[in-house]
Nanobody, 117 residues
Framework: QVQLVESGGGWVQPGGSLGLSCAASGFTFSNYAMSWYRQAPGKERELVATISSAGKSTTYGDSVKGRSTIARDNAKNTVYLQMNSPKPEDTAVYYC??????????WGQGTQVTVSS
């Protein structure tokens, strides 16, 4: 079955750096775009970034544009999110996501990121 396992969350100071990983299994990773979402307390889940199947195209949410980089390694079935200069408002649970069809998508269990001094 499809599994998405995030790692790398935790506490980070404002202005530092943050790196997340998502290990995928149960589907042909290189065939699908991958995304990162996040959800802060009391807020709706929002798209952070998406990367195409071959990694040649990326898109970012307005709130992280210019501060974040999404990347993937198809040999390792892993997608990454790097965020520079995180802010307290980046505090959220970060989720890995894959959409395998119009009505089929899968989520990881999420990893908590807390940005605080």
């Amino acid at each position: 079955q499809v599994q998405l396992v995030e790692s790398g969350g935790g506490w980070v100071q404002p202005g530092g750096s943050l790196g997340l990983s998502c290990a995928a299994s149960g589907f042909t990773f290189s065939n699908y775009a991958m995304s990162w979402y996040r959800q802060a307390p009391g807020k709706e889940r929002e798209l952070v970034a998406t990367i195409s199947s071959a990694g040649k195209s990326t898109t970012y949410g307005d709130s992280v544009k210019g501060r974040s980089t999404i990347a993937r390694d198809n040999a390792k079935n892993t997608v990454y999110l790097q965020m520079n200069s995180p802010k307290p408002e980046d505090t959220a649970v970060y989720y890995c996501n894959v959409r395998l069809g119009v009505l089929t998508q899968h989520w990881g269990q999420g990893t908590q990121v807390t940005v605080s001094s």
